[in-house]
Nanobody, 123 residues
């Protein structure tokens, strides 16, 4: 069993930065692919980024490439999402997820989800 708790959301002006964290419980954190999704009001949940067990492989949605960076610290059981050059269109609830399979993480059907953290970008 893995529990995921996101933090770091908030209100920021366009062009600003935020760093989200997702702390995971469980001793098998390093064996999970981790990802971030987001859901804006009235829209479906969408993939943002994913990172492999070792952190050597990452994937990003086209809309965030070059602005967002996903990373992980297996010693701290934590995955991060550094968000720079934020835009009003990035406003959403951000969720982290975890699964042994990359396809499940990226496809939005992982074993585990966090409860989400709100990010609001003002213009």
């Amino acid at each position: 069993q893995v529990q995921l708790v996101e933090s770091g959301g908030g209100l920021v002006q366009a062009g600003g930065s935020l760093r989200l964290s997702c702390a995971a419980s469980g001793r098998t954190f390093s064996s999970y692919v981790m990802g971030w999704f987001r859901q804006a009001p009235g829209k479906e949940r969408e993939f943002v980024a994913a990172i492999s067990w070792t952190g050597e492989s990452t994937a990003y949605a086209d809309s965030v490439k070059g602005r967002f960076t996903i990373s992980r610290d297996n010693a701290k059981n934590t995955v991060y999402l550094q968000m720079n050059s934020l835009k009003p269109g990035d406003t959403a609830v951000y969720y982290c997820n975890a699964d042994p399979s990359k396809s499940q993480v990226v496809g939005g059907t992982p074993d585990y989800w966090g409860q989400g953290t709100q990010v609001t970008v003002s213009s």
